[in-house]
């Protein structure tokens, strides 16, 4: 239990000791999440590798500190729950959150499946203690809470203080299952037909399986993603927090563990299409996609790239195929499911309980104005 213990509470009458684990290293983060008992409920998003990556590329320019939280019943030498936390500074209030900064589209905590199988009450006060623990912070602001992580349900989604914030779109398992066959769904025709037309033109469907071969199509994603922003006259998101270097140390890991799976079309040795996608615990999230050199448009290669990782989530076994973050008009084509995200904003200080006024006052004065402008732009349609 090494680590600075920051709290100890009460669960059910035991007695529950928080640690917490600063600026962990990569072996420290495995042996928490493999201590676990029964094994760690998550999502691809809070798996030890994400963390590790993102602590290493990510954390120590944007964050003041993160670490792991650890909760521990007393006299046992494994954990029951992780809380992977970055804390982060607006103005002079100190913000905890998740591992997130634009690279995360699902959050929560890390469960044991010894703990979940311990009933919703029972893991709800568990958190309740974690949270009061967390060092150094005035607000607690996690955001894109997802009803549940992995196969239990997510603790903070139904939390007091969490309220809805916006929706994911999903392909359930049924769904998933039936993506492609015999479909009447028109998008599934079309990237059928381009596919069939770019396998006519040489054009092969690879998985990067090895960690030289992600990072070398990764590259690709990011020179293809460097010259479409530019295109557009954009920024580059790519280019903030670091999150190329991010994305480029999650590709190097070696590994089953690995959640990270890349998919790309090929034609030889240039990378016309590629989609990347993070799965853990029998989900998939497609959470970047590039098309190349505009010779190949005329057959929508992205489209066809996304269609073919949704068939591979569908022959993997995976369970429920989530779109990422946005609401892009063409993820509605696939016959996806939308589903609500929820926002956990809680004030720990003083000084949080008046961050989150002004906060709470400025979005409901911007709503008020929002609806004036669209009773003003009714009334001269």
Known sequence: MAGKETFCG??????????????????????????????????????????ECFFQEMAPAACDTFGVLAAYRAGLQDPLALLPLIRFRKGPVRIASTPDLGVADQNGPVLSEALASEGAE???????????????????????????????DNPFFVHPNASPESSSLFLETDALLAAGAKSGISIYKKARVNFRKLQSEDVQLVEATTPEERVKILEALIVSKEERFKALGRANSMKQDNRENFYRAL??????????KVLALRSGHDAIAVVAMLVENGYATLILISIGAEQWHRFSPGMVALVQS???????????????????????????TEQPTRRLLLPVTVK??????????????????????????????
């Open 122 to 152: 029972t893991v709800q006060a568990v958190m309740s203690v974690m949270i009061e623990a967390i060092p150094g912070a005035d607000v607690v602001d996690i955001k894109k809470l997802h009803v549940s992580i992995g196969s239990a």
């Open 310 to 336: 949704i068939y591979w989530a569908r022959d993997n076994n995976i369970r429920v195929y989530g779109f990422g973050t946005g609401h892009q008009g063409y993820k509605s084509r696939f016959g996806a």
């Open 251 to 260: 590709a190097a890991q070696a590994g089953q563990e690995n959640p990270l």
């Open 10 to 51: 009460q669960v059910a009458g035991q007695k529950l000791h928080v640690v917490w684990h600063e600026k962990p290293g990569a072996d420290l983060l495995r042996s928490l999440w493999a201590s676990l008992p029964g094994g760690a409920i998550c999502s691809a998003f809070q798996a030890p590798r994400f963390v």
């Open 352 to 381: 949080g309980h008046a961050a989150i006024t002004a906060l709470k006052a400025k979005r409901s004065f911007q709503e008020t104005v929002d609806r004036w402008k669209h009773r003003k732009t009714a009334q001269t349609a």
